[in-house]
């Protein structure tokens, strides 16, 4: 590790010296490591903070300028390594303007931006090539256990119920990388945040509970992985996340008029991939909406064909990931349509994440640029407003299938054979259908409408 006293910083260089004088301290009253840079000859001064902190001001070494390895300070080794390579990059940055004229001395605001720009080094990047969202999450659950990190803005251990609260969220992280992709610190967003919900809202969480999960995710995110990690997260803006308790349906869903316009759309003049995502998403919508880990995996021996009263119909069965049951559904000719296209077979999705992408754009080409009703707070304070294309994803063609096929009276018995949920009640909620709507849709059935034309003529027979 490279000294960090030097009250005259030397940095050797091929035919002379780099001589500024450099600090790292707390800054007075708290416990927020800063640099201080400064330039006798010249009289400047700089001085920034490097985004690190410690538990106690007692546990700073002034005379090293590191953290004390102490039971206090758990992250004590990881905090002077960063020190030890933010001077390393920084004396390299400065030796790098002055080695092109040995008699030039660095500015006040070149050593400004090469500490602002320390945040893109090496050191960072590596870090992001390591990173495991459970990894870090384990880790800091074995600290909080041996009391070895504090809550927020004070000095008490966690309860054992706040960490009980984290352990369930790793095993949800863990089912959501298992089943839809594994996290990292360009993907943790708003969209995440999406996906999250929409994965566990199809297998009957609640929302409060939902709601839970992910105050849980962004308390570790911005007190442990940003906080003490100093690790980057540059899509991730809590100000674009919502709050379930204002809105009980998230997602959205394409109308059976929207997803034929989306499968003849042009797209002659588009990649063959945006023509074979397209042609998935509305396969899956028309016939059975299942989900992406499901369509994913589907073969050519997943479409079979059989004769019913002398015509050929055509099926999709498949065995579903989640549940393991077996799924029938019969093809719509639409459906045919598409998979004529591929000689018979549906084409496969080489990526979740850029299917997503590419869907939003078909959208927006489609003309779904309506604003949805803005999900509001309380005070009626807009939080979210987005425009319906900006909420395709691929799973949107499973809420597709699921809410066309209700609005068409499918019985939800026989949606939930193809769909998968656990309960009615579960479904219900999934398309944003209350019980009492439900009710209210059973008096347009033939049974009522047969009983309510009950007249004195009809005669019951005892049996």
């Known amino acids: 590790m490279l000294p960090l006293l030097l009250p005259l910083c030397i940095f050797k260089a091929s035919t002379k010296l780099i001589m500024a004088s450099i600090k790292y301290h707390l800054k007075t009253g708290t416990t927020k490591i800063y640099i201080t840079i400064s330039n006798g000859r010249n009289s400047w001064r700089i001085r920034k903070s490097v985004n690190k902190s410690i538990n106690y001001r007692k546990n700073w070494n002034n005379k090293k300028q590191e953290v004390k390895i102490t039971d206090e300070e758990p992250f004590a080794k990881s905090i002077n390594t960063y020190l030890s390579n933010h001077k390393t990059q920084l004396l390299k940055g400065i030796h790098k303007i002055e080695s092109k004229d040995e008699n030039y001395k660095a500015t006040k605001s070149e050593y400004v931006d090469i500490i602002d720009g320390l945040g893109g080094s090496l050191f960072v990047e590596k870090s992001m090539k390591k990173f495991s969202f459970t990894e870090y999450l384990k880790e800091f659950i074995d600290l909080a256990k041996a009391g070895k990190v504090y809550k927020p803005k004070s000095k008490i251990e966690y309860s054992l119920d706040t960490i009980k609260g984290y352990r369930t969220l790793l095993s949800k992280i863990e089912e959501f990388e298992r089943e839809k992709y594994k996290l990292n610190q360009s993907n943790i967003s708003a969209e995440f945040q999406s996906d999250f919900i929409d994965f566990f809202q199809d297998v009957g969480l609640k929302n409060s509970y939902i709601d839970k999960l992910l105050d849980c995710f962004k308390s570790f ?237 009809f005669k019951m027979k005892a049996v």
Request: charged residues 30%; hydrophobic residues 35%.
């Open 221 to 457: 995110v911005e007190n442990y992985l940003i906080a003490s990690k100093n690790l980057e997260f540059p899509k991730y803006n809590v100000k674009q996340w919502i709050n379930l308790d204002f809105d009980d349906s998230l997602s959205t869903y394409l109308s059976i008029e929207e997803l034929t316009k989306l499968t003849y759309l042009d797209l002659s003049d588009k990649d063959e991939k945006w023509n074979i995502i397209r042609d998935v998403y509305c396969f899956n919508a028309f016939t059975c909406g299942m989900r992406v880990k499901d369509l994913m995996r589907l073969k050519e021996h997943n479409i079979v064909t059989k004769l019913v009263d002398g015509e050929k119909k055509h099926y999709l069965t498949f065995r579903q990931g989640k549940t393991g049951k077996p799924v029938k559904a019969p093809i719509p000719k639409i459906g045919m349509e598409i998979l004529k296209k591929y000689d018979g077979k549906l084409p496969h999705l080489s990526s979740d994440v850029e299917s997503n992408e590419i869907l939003k754009k078909l959208g927006k080409m489609c003309g779904f640029t309506d604003y949805l009703d803005p999900i509001v707070d309380k005070k009626n304070n807009i939080l979210v407003k987005k425009r319906k294309y900006e909420l395709i994803t691929n799973h949107t063609a499973r809420r597709s299938f699921c809410t066309n096929t209700y609005n068409q009276g499918v019985d939800i018995l026989q949606i939930m054979a193809i769909s998968g949920h656990s309960s009615p009640n579960v479904l219900l909620g999934y398309i944003g259908v209350t019980l009492d709507e439900y009710a209210d849709k059973m008096l347009d059935t033939k049974y009522f409408k047969a009983v309510d034309n009950i007249t004195q003529d």
